[in-house]
């Protein structure tokens, strides 16, 4: 059965506009990256125990760990990273989470070769250590502008390194040029679980099935290969002057909203839209 999570600080800044959100919108996981202006990577455990109190008492759970780790520079200094890492991985205890999203490092002065694929295997070799010792799934994301961006590249790190799973972003593919179903299956195997926002063509974040990202084949296929959770992450515009536009105006309409609760909202009713579709 699928089940919908959510980057819910897409919705609301503060936990408890991020609570309303969720429960507004029937979900009851939540892919964590962002509480009261806070990263969750620079969260103190003391916070951490805090918002999974009040997690816990809403009746929702932490799906994930949407953290930038990995999101640096191969260049930059590992070491200082891999502290920030590791004390991600008690936030992600104390908030009760299994899974941390991460990714596989810009490269701005090291171009695609096998030097630098090595020199990110190490890393993240590294980083998948540090996880199995705490109970922590790692998931990969595919992201523009890492070592790990196109498929080829993401099945690469998913062949030598058997334990990281990937989170598998059909929008982030599609900035890379890549076509959403041929890369999907090439990585299903590997899939733990689905990012859900869409483009358009001109480069437009829209609402699930209204881009070029095959959302409705593409969430088939997942639920098919047994996948269970997607975590809603429109990244669809705002624009506070919308209210005062004509709403059938077919340049705005569908996709820019007039604040993160009605772009939120829409994201998720656009999702639950394809997920009753199936048969």
């Known amino acids: 059965m699928l089940k919908m999570a959510a980057f819910a600080d897409e919705a609301h800044s503060m936990l408890t506009g991020q609570i309303e959100a969720l429960k507004r919108n029937q979900m009851a996981l939540l892919e964590i990256r962002g509480v009261n202006g806070v990263n969750v990577s620079d969260m103190s455990l003391e916070m951490a125990k805090d918002?999974?109190?009040?997690?816990?008492?809403?009746?929702?759970?932490?799906w994930s760990l949407g953290s930038p780790i990995g999101k640096v520079d191969v260049d930059d200094d590992f070491n200082r990273h891999m502290e920030k890492f590791v004390h991600t991985l008690d936030v992600a205890h104390a908030l009760g989470?299994?899974?941390i999203r991460m990714f596989s490092f810009y490269h701005a002065n090291s171009k695609k070769n096998d030097t630098l694929y090595r020199r990110v295997l190490v890393r993240l070799n590294m980083m998948l250590e540090k996880a199995?010792?705490?109970?922590?799934?790692l998931c990969h994301e595919n992201e523009k502008g890492i070592f790990g961006?196109?498929?080829a590249e993401c099945l690469m790190l998913h062949r030598e390194l058997p334990a990281l799973r990937a989170v598998f972003d059909p929008a982030n593919f599609i900035q890379c040029g890549q076509e959403v179903l041929a890369a999907w299956e090439m990585l299903h195997s590997y899939v733990e679980y689905l990012h859900?926002?869409?483009v358009a063509a001109d480069g437009t974040m829209v609402p699930a099935g209204l881009g070029v990202g095959q959302l409705p084949k593409?969430?088939?296929n997942y639920r098919n290969a047994g996948g269970s959770v997607m975590t809603l992450e429109p990244h669809l515009a705002v624009f506070d002057g919308l209210k005062n536009l004509e709403q059938d105006d077919a340049s705005v309409k569908g996709?820019?909203?007039?604040?993160?609760?009605?772009?939120?909202?829409?994201?998720?009713?656009?999702?639950?839209g394809i997920m009753e579709g199936l048969v």
């Not at 996709?255 to 639950?272: I, K, P």
Request: aromatic residues 4%.
């Open 51 to 62: 918002v999974r109190k009040q997690l816990d008492d809403a009746g929702i759970r932490v």
């Open 97 to 99: 989470a299994d899974k």
């Open 132 to 137: 199995r010792d705490a109970g922590v799934m």
């Open 149 to 151: 961006e196109t498929a």
């Open 196 to 198: 859900i926002k869409d």
């Open 218 to 220: 593409l969430v088939e």
């Open 255 to 272: 996709m820019t909203f007039a604040s993160q609760t009605e772009a939120f909202d829409a994201a998720a009713h656009a999702l639950r």
